[in-house]
């Protein structure tokens, strides 16, 4: 029904900033979107996540103050503002999107960001 492609990974520093984007692909979007990242040797986390008209954000304790989400309708794309990088953040990063019962149906392939001290 949707399909997702993240992009902007990279490697950066410390202290460092990236923003990465989503695309999907589809008839509507309209769902709640939400971005998760997976360490290597750890599982899946959540980091941000954002309702269908924007109003509305989240974040994990761990980037709030550091990361935003937002998102654009009329482009069907939803982005994450990475700001103060820390090592810490390295990680495969996955955009999803998800229905009204709040599961994530939908997965992009995923991103790489490396943050170097």
């Known amino acids: 029904q949707v399909q997702l492609a993240e992009s902007g990974g990279g490697l950066v520093q410390a202290g460092g900033s990236l923003r990465l984007s989503c695309a999907a692909s589809?008839?509507?979007?309209?769902?709640?979107m939400g971005w998760f990242r997976q360490a290597p040797g750890k599982e899946r986390e959540f980091v941000a996540n954002?309702?269908?008209?924007?109003?509305?954000?989240s974040y994990a304790d761990s980037v709030k103050g550091r990361f935003t989400i937002s998102r654009d309708n009329a482009k069907k794309m939803i982005f994450l503002e990475m700001n103060s990088l820390k090592p810490e953040d390295t990680a495969v990063y996955y955009c999803?999107?998800?229905?009204?019962?709040?599961?994530?149906?939908?997965w992009g392939q995923g991103t790489q960001v490396t943050v170097s001290s």
């Open positions: 589809g008839r509507t979007f309209t769902y709640h």
């Open positions: 954002i309702i269908p008209t924007g109003s509305v954000t």
């Open positions: 999803a999107a998800g229905g009204i019962g709040g599961q994530y149906d939908y």
